[in-house]
């Protein structure tokens, strides 16, 4: 995972509430067995003006002039400031991945539906939960100023303005340590494995049926 | 010391350990695998050189991607097919018991798991899919994972996570004729909205819950989800017991009895503390009929679409007035008044024989209106498509003008061909309406099986309790 300590960028605005992962990457996409190439689908049904596919060259579909990331001032964006509940909905990861593979560090809002909130954590996104005043500040601030930038800080959990606005954030620390290191969390379970088998091996004393259940022996 | 909830039993009946900060490395008895979210968890661990901890724990099915057309022998779409085919791969090179297209165990993962006993009380299970809740009616430990964590159960069978707080939803008196879980669970979104069980497992209970079938239970916990909780429960009652006993993957014989004499204990305690509790009146409720893009747009039949210049502030009349610009619809119409292209009768909500007998009720001696292009009937597994040709379910939907289909996710998802044109609007027993959900540009009503088969009868919708009197 690419590690996630300071990052700073354009921020994009897109003030709706309850965002779900249909929206931000439509299901005709998730039958690629590919975690990079979402980029170009990352709200799909709202970035360009009739459907498309795995096949389709992206490219040469006519966008939608009406939709907020298509102006030309977000195009080089990487910070998006949005509605509550964003990410509800289906568990897809490629929600997550089609916001990295467009060029996204961060996504800041008043709420984030848990799974999505996880899945970004795992893949280097940041999420940045805010007061619902805050986010209004931001989704106004982005619109009035052409070019309006954030500096995001993690280990300091601060983003700053050009104005010099700052704000603060809240993140689990062990989410915080994950990011800024970059660490593979695979691999920090497994240094308990030994820990896991006695686990495992008490379980099986006492629920043996959850045991030997399936597949080849 | 007060007592624990449910989920706090079995929480810490799975929790290998939990560090300082909190975070807990909670053991993974069962995952379910599907094609969509597993072929890059599978990459995954091939590139790290690792290997599934325990095969013995998973079950793989395809059900997304797979048409429902009958007599197929293959996937006509070919990007659709290499997507099955690396699941039958994956499952092949590490051994996974995998129920594959064809196969008469073959169904909607959420579906088979319950059905075939591999969803056992007192378990963890994951499975990447939001739906996973639905396990927990049989009190599992059940939620929805994403491709990395999907990766991360494969190679070491534990999750590194944090506890969601608890949350009892008290669905208190009888449901009337014609109303069932389904109603309840979209009312109880209404009432608290999508987001309303964020961050939390909610538990079910109250009058109404006992006296639901195992089916409607899981009709019920799938829908939990859509409140935003990863988990939904319900304890261990006869009910319980008598649906998962004899199932093929059950214990059998002395481990029956010592497992039946666990999951007994597998209840709150009287003086256990939820950190939130709702209270829903059941028997008040009228059948429900979602008019936007979100689960929590809903309203009884009897009533009209609400009006944006009613909402409580702007910010939510303007997400009001996207969504009715979105469905085609406007503040005040008559619920009854709306007319349907498309009927779906389906998905790991609402595809189960009950589902189906419910709808065959209300179908039986009637006939699809004229203005339906398509009405579908897609079984949750090959199972209960064969209980239902047994019990003739297949020809009162067939009389009727419905198409009768091989088990899959379909149209809930529309990931396969069968799909809702732009602009078409249908009457869905599944689980989302959202945006494109059925399609491009579909317009999605959510309602349980009664009440999509009334509508198909009639081309509108219908309240389902007048054909039922």
Redesign the interface.
Known sequence: MTPFVRHRGVVAPLDRSNIDTDVIIPKQYLKSVKRTGFGPNLFDSWRYLAPGDLESDHARRPRNPDFVLNRPRYQEASILVTGANFGCGSSREHAVWAFLDAGFRAVIAPSFADIFDTNAAKNGLLTVQLSEAAVRTLLEETEQTEGYQLDIDLPEQTMTADSGACWSFDIDSQRKRCLVEGLDDIALTLRHANRIREFEAARRAQAPWLFDRFGSP | MSGRTLYDKLWDEHA??T?E?G?T?L?I??QLVHE??S??AF?GLRL?G?APW??????AVAD??VPTEPDLEEIP?A??R??VE?LDANCAEY???EFPMGDPRQGIVHVIGPEQG?T?P??TVVC???HTSTHGALATLAF??????V??VL????L?V?K?SNMLVRLEGRTAPGVGSKDLALALIGSIG??GG??CAIEFAGQAVEEMSMEARMTLCNMAIEA?A?SGLVAVDDVTLGYVRGRT???EGS?WEE?ER?WRELRSDDDAVFERAVVLQAGELAPQVTWGT?P?MVVSVDSAVPRPDEAEDL?RAG?MK?ALDYMGLKGGETVTDIELDRIFIGSCTNARIEDLREAAAVVRGRHCADNILQALVVPGSGRVKAQAESEGLDRIFTEAGFEWREPGCSMC???NADRLEPGERCAATSN?N????QG??GRTHLVSPAMAAAAACAGHFVDVREYLA
């Open positions: 290998v350990q560090a900060d975070t490395l053991y008895d069962c969509v979210t072929p890059q990459e790290a690792r325990r095969p013995d724990s998973i079950v997304h991607n779409d990007v659709s290499h997507q690396t051994g996974l018991l591999i056992l007192g378990m990447g899919d939001s929805g994972i994403g491709t990395s964590q990766e991360h190679a070491t069978q534990c590194p944090r969601p999508t987001a964020t961050g935003g990863r993957y059950a214990p481990a497992a666990r979100s929590e910010a997400g996207a998802l529309a990931m989302r959202f945006e494109g959900r491009e540009g």
